[in-house]
């Protein structure tokens, strides 16, 4: 079949990579993709949110299936527009509808959905400029920390973790009044602060039933042992020490069924993939947030350990056979590093070029994913914050950790930065 992925980062990349070894996947397309995915499939200069210009593709390509990597297609209707065409009706979009992705667009939304079906998760209470000054009283009275949250999307910027009142409240004025997050924070979400280990787990369910496909540690902080800003993610481990048998009982128990029971009974259109960010809290999973598609980087890290063909997993979540589905993944432990620009998450630099990206490749059993990376003539040449990965495997989580870095010390750019700790804290 010809496959139509749509994104252009890390995520992408290594959905292309994995797509790309079925003997179901005839062309791949990535739009707009980056130089990584130009290696493997072909990359169209169509922009995420173009449903005209993908329409066009799709149709000038003969796609029978797209994958949607990043969340604002998603939560701007994507699969509904291509649903309500007659032309395009007949695509396996894997993804959401509009309507089923508010449970990542908007965090009142999932925490509503979270309530009706019993899901643990924080506690929390939700203002608008309408009722600003409860919010105010709110946050005087709240335990510290607190967490605030812009209710809409805003780029994974718009979470704050408040240690002093002073600090909430000016966050919360931020957010209302002056509208640091544009609409997103038109509403706000005060969160209880839950104290623990945060974890992810990925399913793809077709709204009726569910595959676990990999679950992930990633680590979010720009310093090490976890200090200084938040970041997009600095790297991932899988699979994770603790994230045993039983915990995982309890993740499908509690949260996942649960959850997907919720979406068939509310009547939620949902084919794709399922993003669970937890908090392990003493051995207690807790949901801080629904994803409705998969995470950066951690699918540079969950899709080398799986073994299933993923191309046939999709098709399965199209054509009823979902549960049916063996899920088998390898036997070794999987690191990934990111490697992000100078003054990330702040303010860097990009168009600098990026040396020993085929000497990395060399190291057994590396990969490189790209991220915020374009071409500049013949040359590539950094264009973001996270600029690409590097993973490896291990028989033990320290030795891909440490093959992950020896394929990272390969590669250079002016001002590139790299988080030495990834799994510190797995280590024996």
Same mark, same amino acid.
């Given at each position: 079949?010809?496959? *139509?992925?749509?994104?252009?980062?890390?995520?992408?990349?290594? *959905?292309?990579?994995?797509?790309?070894?079925?003997?179901?996947?005839?062309?791949?397309?990535?739009?707009?993709?980056? &130089?990584? #995915?130009?290696?493997?499939?072909?990359?169209?200069?169509?922009?995420?949110?173009?449903?005209?210009?993908?329409?066009?593709?799709?149709?000038?390509?003969?796609?029978?299936?797209?994958?949607?990597? &990043?969340?604002?297609?998603?939560?701007?209707?994507?699969?509904?527009?291509?649903?309500?065409?007659?032309?395009?009706?007949?695509?396996?979009?894997?993804?959401?509808?509009?309507?089923?992705?508010?449970?990542?667009?908007?965090?009142?939304?999932?925490?509503?959905?979270?309530?009706?079906?019993?899901?643990?998760?924080?506690?929390?209470?939700?203002?608008?400029?309408?009722?600003?000054?409860?919010?105010?009283?709110?946050?005087?009275?709240?335990?510290? @920390?607190?967490? *605030?949250?812009?209710?809409?999307?805003?780029?994974?910027?718009?979470?704050?973790?408040?240690?002093?009142?002073?600090?909430? *409240?000016?966050?919360?004025?931020?957010?209302?009044?002056?509208?640091?997050?544009?609409?997103?924070?038109?509403?706000?979400?005060?969160?209880?602060?839950?104290?623990?280990?945060?974890?992810?787990?990925?399913?793809?369910?077709?709204?009726?039933?569910?595959?676990?496909?990999?679950?992930?540690?990633?680590?979010?902080?720009?310093?090490?042992?976890?200090?200084?800003?938040?970041?997009?993610?600095?790297? =991932?481990?899988?699979?994770? &020490?603790?994230?045993?048998?039983?915990?995982?009982?309890?993740?499908?128990?509690?949260?996942?069924?649960?959850?997907?029971?919720?979406?068939?009974?509310?009547?939620?259109?949902?084919?794709?993939?399922?993003?669970?960010?937890?908090?392990? =809290?003493?051995?207690?999973?807790?949901?801080?947030?629904?994803? =409705?598609?998969?995470?950066? @980087?951690? /699918?540079?890290?969950?899709?080398?350990?799986?073994?299933?063909?993923?191309?046939?997993?999709?098709?399965?979540?199209?054509?009823? #056979?979902?549960?049916?589905?063996?899920?088998?993944?390898?036997?070794?432990?999987?690191?990934?590093?990111?490697?992000?620009?100078?003054?990330?998450?702040?303010?860097?630099?990009?168009?600098?070029?990026?040396?020993?990206?085929?000497?990395?490749? /060399?190291? &057994?059993?590396?990969?490189?994913?790209?991220?915020?990376?374009?071409?500049?003539?013949?040359?590539?040449? #950094?264009?973001?914050?996270?600029?690409?990965?590097? /993973?490896?495997?291990?028989?033990?989580?320290?030795?891909?950790?440490?093959?992950?870095?020896?394929?990272?010390?390969?590669? =250079?750019?002016?001002?590139?930065?790299?988080?030495?700790?990834?799994?510190?804290?797995?280590? @024996?």
């Amino acid at each position: 079949m010809n496959i *139509l992925i749509i994104g252009s980062g890390g995520r992408e990349h290594a *959905l292309a990579w994995k797509m790309a070894q079925s003997h179901h996947c005839d062309n791949l397309f990535i739009a707009p993709g980056n &130089p990584g #995915t130009a290696s493997i499939g072909t990359n169209v200069a169509i922009q995420v949110n173009d449903f005209v210009g993908l329409k066009n593709c799709v149709l000038e390509n003969a796609i029978d299936m797209i994958v949607v990597g &990043p969340e604002d297609p998603l939560v701007n209707g994507i699969y509904d527009y291509f649903l309500k065409d007659e032309d395009t009706q007949h695509v396996n979009v894997i993804g959401p509808s509009a309507e089923a992705a508010q449970l990542e667009g908007s965090k009142a939304f999932s925490k509503h959905f979270m309530q009706r079906h019993d899901i643990p998760t924080a506690s929390y209470a939700e203002f608008t400029h309408a009722n600003y000054d409860q919010g105010v009283e709110y946050i005087k009275n709240h335990t510290l @920390p607190i967490v *605030l949250k812009a209710d809409g999307l805003a780029a994974g910027k718009g979470v704050i973790i408040a240690f002093t009142h002073e600090e909430a *409240l000016t966050s919360f004025e931020e957010m209302i009044q002056n509208k640091q997050f544009g609409e997103a924070s038109s509403k706000v979400v005060i969160e209880q602060f839950l104290e623990g280990i945060e974890v992810s787990v990925f399913a793809l369910t077709d709204g009726f039933n569910y595959q676990i496909i990999g679950h992930a540690k990633d680590y979010k902080r720009i310093g090490e042992g976890d200090t200084g800003l938040n970041t997009g993610g600095m790297g =991932c481990v899988s699979p994770v &020490p603790f994230m045993d048998k039983v915990f995982m009982q309890k993740v499908e128990e509690r949260i996942i069924k649960p959850t997907i029971k919720g979406i068939q009974s509310e009547n939620l259109v949902y084919k794709g993939f399922v993003f669970f960010g937890l908090m392990n =809290c003493g051995g207690e999973p807790y949901v801080i947030e629904y994803n =409705c598609r998969l995470g950066d @980087p951690e /699918t540079e890290v969950i899709l080398p350990r799986l073994q299933t063909d993923l191309v046939s997993l999709l098709a399965a979540a199209d054509n009823g #056979t979902l549960e049916d589905v063996n899920i088998e993944y390898h036997n070794a432990s999987f690191a990934t590093v990111m490697a992000v620009s100078g003054g990330y998450p702040g303010d860097y630099q990009k168009g600098y070029t990026i040396h020993g990206l085929t000497e990395a490749a /060399t190291i &057994p059993g590396a990969l490189v994913f790209q991220a915020g990376t374009t071409f500049k003539e013949s040359e590539i040449v #950094t264009n973001g914050g996270r600029v690409l990965t590097t /993973t490896a495997q291990g028989e033990q989580l320290q030795e891909a950790v440490e093959n992950a870095q020896k394929a990272l010390s390969k590669i =250079c750019f002016e001002g590139m930065y790299f988080r030495k700790d990834i799994g510190y804290e797995f280590k @024996p």
